[in-house]
């Protein structure tokens, strides 16, 4: 129901986009998240976004880097990466939201599958 793409490898400093298409059912009327899984580390958040794109949330280590958006017509999530640092290397997951502002994972109704992201030194 969720589904990423855009992952891959990357050079520290470098950009990438993510994608997450979603069913309606799982998207419709939903905040919708990134979270992420380091090597040895436990699944963290990332971003948020409100139903109407008007709120977002960031983890710190990531504001002014990263940007979340959405949209709706097309079912859809994305979170732009710049300056990209090597410890951003971790699987990235979408996840549907139980209600906004949630940042645990058990707050997460739906989970992407998940998909690479890989920065250089």
């Known amino acids: 129901q969720l589904v990423e793409s855009g992952g891959g490898l990357v050079q520290a400093g470098g950009s990438l986009r993510l994608s997450c298409a979603a069913s309606?059912?799982?998207?419709?009327?939903?905040?919708m998240g990134w979270f992420r899984r380091a090597p040895g580390k436990e699944r963290e958040f990332v971003a948020a976004?409100?139903?109407?794109?008007?709120?977002?949330d960031y983890a710190d280590s990531v504001k002014d880097r990263f940007t979340i958006s959405r949209d709706n017509t097309k079912n859809t999530v994305y979170l732009r990466m710049n300056s990209l640092k090597p410890e951003d290397t971790a699987v990235y997951y979408c996840?549907?939201?139980?209600?906004?502002?949630?940042?645990?994972?058990?707050?997460?109704?739906?989970w992407g599958q998940g998909t690479q992201v890989t920065v250089s030194s």
């Open positions: 996840a549907a939201l139980r209600g906004w502002a949630q940042r645990r994972t058990g707050d997460v109704d739906y």
């Open positions: 309606g059912r799982t998207f419709s009327s939903r905040s």
């Open positions: 976004i409100a139903w109407g794109g008007g709120a977002t």
